[in-house]
């Protein structure tokens, strides 16, 4: 095997990984997604996602967001501490 063969391979592995990690991510944070919808929307329309840039603008308008997604963003939190400590 040569050493584009070795180097396709590996990306094709690392992108495999990456692809796993954000659908375990998405899937833990459907509920809070879906909860905090309208507020990305309503708070931050015309952001692109990624690079934080939706977390950013959700936070600087923290004082905004509705109480369905307050609450969870708070459980999700909880969830990742309890997934730490453990």
Do not use: W, Y
Request: charged share 20%.
């Amino acid at each position: 095997m040569n050493i584009r063969h070795a180097f396709s391979a590996l990306s094709v592995l690392a992108l495999m990984s990456a692809t796993t990690a954000f659908a375990a991510d998405a899937a833990a944070g459907g509920p809070m997604i879906e909860a905090c919808k309208q507020d990305v929307q309503t708070l931050c329309p015309g952001v692109q996602p990624g690079e934080g840039r939706i977390k950013h603008c959700m936070a600087k308008n923290r004082a905004k967001l509705s109480d369905g997604c307050k609450a969870a963003l708070r459980e999700q939190r909880a969830k990742k501490k309890a997934a730490g400590q453990q």
